[in-house]
């Protein structure tokens, strides 16, 4: 079993920044690939971006450029820097990894970006 806990989420005015953190405890040796979720109301939970143990990313389109995933492995937390921030990256975010075939999700974090 793997729990993650997310923190971070806010309210920012456009063009502004949040950071998004997510610590992982449980059965956590047999993570490898963490990342973030967003659904927004009436969508779709859509792939933000992804990270390996080893520091690979990848990101959706919508956030390349703006959005940085980064984890500290030695602490189980994974974060996502989210820059120039715009009104349709409101969503709730959810962190995620995969063990052992099975997705954990975390509870989720709400971001707003409204003027």
């Known amino acids: 079993q793997v729990q993650l806990v997310e923190s971070g989420g806010g309210l920012v005015q456009p063009g502004g920044s949040l950071r998004l953190s997510c610590a992982a405890s449980?059965?956590?040796?047999?993570?490898?690939?963490m990342g973030w979720f967003r659904q927004a109301p009436g969508k779709q939970r859509d792939l933000v971006a992804t990270?390996?143990?080893?520091?690979?990313?990848n990101y959706a389109d919508s956030v390349q450029g703006r959005f940085t995933i980064s984890r500290d492995n030695a602490q189980n937390t994974v974060y996502l820097q989210m820059n120039n921030l715009k009104p349709e990256d409101t969503a709730v975010y959810f962190c995620?990894?995969?063990?052992?075939?099975?997705?954990?999700w975390g509870q989720g974090t709400q971001v707003t970006v409204s003027s």
């Open positions: 995620w990894t995969y063990a052992a075939l099975i997705n954990y």
């Open positions: 449980g059965t956590i040796f047999s993570i490898n690939v």
């Open positions: 990270i390996s143990s080893g520091g690979a990313a």
